[in-house]
């Protein structure tokens, strides 16, 4: 028999959160009215132009009055100055510190989408329905790609605008994005 112990365990946290075994975090921020985006944002492949890009993006996603984006930014300098520079002081965007695995699953679960560079939320988000767009140009899973619950978007700011306001205007790509396949 052949499994995938990140899965089991990303399904576990969440099973554990939903039945309240597990205290959900207090979150400060996001507005439960509207839709939640979380991102997160630090390969090397992406400093400089294209992370400038990508968080210029975000900041266009934000100002519809339907979305809060959470972003947990990586302590790296590459990534902190630029993300707090591009999306500081944005009502819609709240820039937190790097979080545990238990609070990151919980916003996750709660999240309408992602927006990522990670190979792990590639594989984790689509376990809980959640679709994901992908800031790079190729991905180490594929699968992902193939099943049609992760797009790679990389980090063209007006593909990401793009792709994000599909997920969020479109119903019909959404739920095609939110089939779960990794159960």
Do not use: C
Not at 23 to 52: C, D, K, M, Q
Not at 53 to 64: D, G, K, V, Y
Not at 125 to 133: D, F, H, I, R, Y
Request: proline residues 9%; hydrophobic residues 40%; neutral net charge.
């Amino acid at each position: 028999m052949t499994g995938n112990t990140g899965i089991d365990a990303v399904l576990y946290v969440r099973d554990l959160l939903e039945s309240g075994a597990l205290p959900a975090p207090p979150w400060p921020g996001p507005n439960p009215a509207r839709r939640l985006i979380v991102v997160t944002s630090h390969r090397r492949e992406n400093f400089g132009p294209g992370f400038a890009s990508a968080m210029r993006a975000l900041a266009r996603i934000a100002e519809r009055p339907d979305v809060e984006i959470v972003y947990p930014v990586h302590r790296n300098p590459n990534v902190v100055g630029p993300a707090h520079e591009l999306l500081s002081n944005r009502p819609n965007i709240h820039l937190i510190d790097p979080v545990a695995y238990v609070p990151f699953v919980d916003l996750m679960r709660r999240a309408y989408m992602l927006i990522t560079d990670s190979g792990g939320i590639q594989e984790e988000a689509p376990s809980l329905g959640k679709p994901v767009l992908v800031l790079r140009q190729k991905t180490e899973r594929p699968e992902a790609v193939e099943a049609g619950t992760v797009k790679l978007v990389g980090t063209d700011e007006d593909r990401i605008v793009r792709e994000a306001s599909r997920l969020l205007d479109d119903m019909a790509e959404y739920k095609r994005m939110t089939r779960i396949h990794n159960q």
